[in-house]
């Protein structure tokens, strides 16, 4: 079964430092890839897609993500991250038919 | 802007109820989707629908049934609710392309309540 693995259930960071953010999913064929990010009380909004092309995805708020085929990996990465940031972030994949499988998050707590 | 708009934020609602949770979107969107939302288990998918009057079950639909009569509009019912339905409730569209979902858009969320 397809399945999507966030390595990390919470990031503890310093304002300003750079964080990674990592996803490793399950699939030998093609995929689209995204992550969103929730604030408190809030629905999920998209950070960055990766659908084809360029494997090295920018989004907003500086976010940006490379899409790695041979490690089936779509780590997320921030080079100077803010108190804003504090959220949680969903890597997500959809492989086929109409189903789009969330991982299971990741708290990214950024301190000052 | 685009928008999906869930009927409440917060209910509360008593075991044994039905309950309704309405969802619209007005982007023109073939597939829409429930979640649930619970901490730690990230979402998981009750229910979703392709087209108007179809359905397909998620990974997790027991206790729970939905209806699609218009294509704008999604509802998730609870059957007879129970404590264990507590949770945080996703509704979500998402076009197509190449005939895979792309990315999706959320409503807010409904916080249920079942005491």
């Known amino acids: 079964a397809q399945s999507v693995t966030q390595l990390d259930s919470q990031v503890p960071v310093f304002e300003e430092a750079p964080v990674e953010l990592r996803c490793n999913y399950s699939s030998s064929v093609s995929v689209y890839l995204f992550w969103y990010v929730q604030y408190p009380n809030q629905g999920l909004q998209l950070l960055l897609k990766y659908l084809s092309g360029s494997t090295l995805v920018k989004g907003i708020n500086g976010f940006e993500a490379e899409f790695n085929k041979s490690q089936t990996s779509f780590h997320l990465r921030k080079p100077s991250v803010h108190i804003s940031d504090t959220a949680e972030y969903f890597c997500?994949?959809?492989?086929?038919?109409?189903?789009?499988?969330f991982g299971a998050g990741t708290r990214l707590f950024v301190k000052a | 802007d685009v928008k999906v708009t869930q009927s409440s934020r917060y209910l509360v609602k008593r075991t044994g109820e039905k309950v309704f949770l309405e969802c619209v979107q007005d982007?023109?969107?073939?597939?829409m989707f429930w979640y649930r939302q619970d901490p730690g288990l990230g979402l998981r998918l009750i229910y979703f629908?392709?087209?108007?009057?179809?359905?397909e079950k998620g990974d997790i639909p027991e206790g729970y049934s939905v209806s699609r009569e218009k294509k704008e509009r999604f509802s998730l019912i609870l059957e007879s609710a129970s404590t264990n339905q507590t949770s945080m409730y996703l509704c979500a569209s998402s076009p197509l392309l190449r005939g895979l979902n792309t990315e999706a858009f959320f409503g807010q969320g409904t916080r249920l309540t079942v005491v």
């Open positions: 997500a994949v959809t492989r086929g038919g109409f189903k789009t499988i």
């Open positions: 982007m023109d969107h073939e597939n």
């Open positions: 629908s392709y087209d108007v009057k179809m359905k």
